[in-house]
T-cell receptor, first 111, second 117 residues
Framework: GQQVMQIPQYQHVQEGEDFTTYCNSS?????IQWYKQRPGGHPVFLIQ?????EVKKQKRLTFQFGEAKKNSSLHITATQTTDVGTYFC???????????FGKGTTLSVSS | DAGVIQSPRHEVTEMGQEVTLRCKPI?????LFWYRQTMMRGLELLIY????????DSGMPEDRFSAKMPNASFSTLKIQPSEPRDSAVYFC???????????????FGAGTRLSVL
């Protein structure tokens, strides 16, 4: 069946270091979404990418959608302790009726 | 808007008891989703509704689980009888629609943390 995979599963960085998580889909996606879940919290929508090769920035966060629309990445520059949490990517299923979430990348940051 | 509202926030019950989780989606949202999150399995989609109609319940683990959406502003997820392996955080999410970007952006409730002893 259709799958959305993320790597790495866990990442620990020192504050100030950069961080990247990668998302790969087994099928071409019409769009991809990224969510962040803080420890003890719920997933919160961050951004949606629609176009092939699209790059969007939110302050220190850079999101990219691959040319083939099967992969995506989230890069955080100069991590801060507020960046701690699990980052999920999600893409529509083939029927377009629901989102398939990756298992997420959990980021921890030490100061 | 108050966002997606779930109740209760925490539920502790004994094995064999019935558990009912409740969700009020964002007003005007046509799609509603129930998820279960555990460390081992991550975020699993259990069932989703569009315009109060169940579209796909293939994620429901077994017959002990059932979900209803009697109207556009309320949904329940019921587990009967509950088992210790049902312990997890259950999230409800809603979106304006499911098929069209950006209407398929999902807004999650705070979740219900269920512990079955």
């Amino acid at each position: 069946g259709q799958q959305v995979m993320q790597i790495p599963q866990y990442q620990h960085v020192q504050e100030g270091e950069d961080f990247t998580t990668y998302c790969n889909s087994s099928t071409t996606l019409s769009n991809i979404q990224w969510y962040k879940q803080r420890p003890g919290g719920h997933p919160v929508f961050l951004i949606q990418l629609v176009k092939s090769g699209e790059v969007k920035k939110q302050k220190r966060l850079t999101f990219q959608f691959g040319e083939a629309k099967k992969n995506s990445s989230l890069h955080i520059t100069a991590t801060q302790t507020t960046d701690v949490g699990t980052y999920f990517c999600a893409g529509p299923n083939q029927a377009g009726t629901a989102l398939i979430f990756g298992k997420g990348t959990t980021l921890s940051v030490s100061s | 808007d108050a966002g997606v509202i779930q109740s209760p926030r925490h539920e502790v019950t004994e094995m064999g008891q019935e558990v009912t989780l409740r969700c009020k989606p964002i007003s005007g949202h046509n799609s509603l989703f129930w998820y279960r999150q555990t460390m081992m399995r991550g975020l699993e989609l259990l069932i989703y509704f569009n315009n109060n109609v169940p579209i796909d319940d293939s994620g429901m683990p077994e017959d002990r689980f059932s979900a209803k959406m009697p109207n556009a502003s309320f949904s329940t997820l019921k587990i009967q009888p509950s088992e210790p392996r049902d312990s997890a955080v259950y999230f409800c999410a809603s979106s304006r629609d499911f098929a069209e970007s950006p209407k398929n952006i999902q807004y999650f409730g705070a979740g219900t943390r269920l512990s079955v002893l």
